[in-house]
Structures are given as structure tokens and as C-alpha cells.
């Protein structure tokens, strides 16, 4: 796999020094433990989610549509990316971009190109 990626969000504290990118057809995580990579076609539903210590505040337990998640960083505690899958043991995946509103633009757009294509 040695295209350029579409958007990087690069290595840095806040998401415990991994990198996430997006590709024409997927999305990968290069984490300490290894490359994830998770095709387009695998991805149901990708949104922003508070930091869940401020939610707790308030009261939220974040209960609805819960599943079991792989938290990537720092998640619990900073605004994420909620990225949930139709296949595989992990169905739910919880990360910070750098900067998880574009990412998520780019994302949307990466998917509705790629899906464009596939009709």
C-alpha cells in the first residue's frame, strides 16, 4: 500500500504519537501495536463524540447505541472520532485526529467519492 494518502493527521501527543490516514478506499491507523487498516466498504458510521470525562460530568453515561470500543489515545478525555464497523471482532473504533472535524470532512468526502465510483 504505497499511494499517497488523501489526509494525514500526524503524530502527536494528543493521540499518543500515531498517525491516521485516509486513502482512496480505506482508512488507516498506524498505531504502536501495529498498521490497522479498515476498508470503506467495512465502515457504517463516523462521528465526533465529546471528551466522555466531560460528559460523565453532567450526568452522561454514553450508553446509547453502546458497543465495545478499541480506544486508540486519548479518547476518554478529548474530543474523538467514533468509527463503526459491519465486520470484524472490533466493531467500534475511538481515536483523536489532530484535528477530528476535518478529519471527518475528508473522511465523508474520501467514502462518497469511492462509493460514487463503485455505482
Do not use: C
Request: aromatic fraction near 10%; charged fraction near 35%; hydrophobic fraction near 40%.
Amino acid at each position: 500500500m504505497s499511494e499517497e494518502p488523501l489526509y494525514t493527521s500526524e503524530s502527536t501527543a494528543k493521540n499518543l504519537w500515531q498517525k491516521y490516514s485516509i486513502f482512496g478506499n480505506r482508512v488507516e491507523f498506524d498505531t504502536m501495536f501495529g498498521l490497522m487498516v479498515i476498508p470503506f466498504e467495512h465502515i457504517e458510521r463516523v462521528e465526533i463524540s465529546e471528551s466522555e470525562v466531560k460528559g460523565l460530568m453532567r450526568g452522561d453515561l454514553h450508553l446509547k447505541d453502546f458497543r465495545p470500543a478499541l480506544k486508540l489515545d486519548w479518547a476518554n478525555f478529548l474530543e474523538h472520532v467514533v468509527l463503526d464497523k459491519d465486520a470484524g471482532l472490533v466493531r467500534r473504533i475511538l481515536f483523536t485526529p489532530e484535528d477530528p472535524e476535518e478529519f471527518i470532512e475528508r473522511l465523508n468526502e474520501a467514502i462518497a467519492r469511492y462509493r460514487g465510483d463503485k455505482l
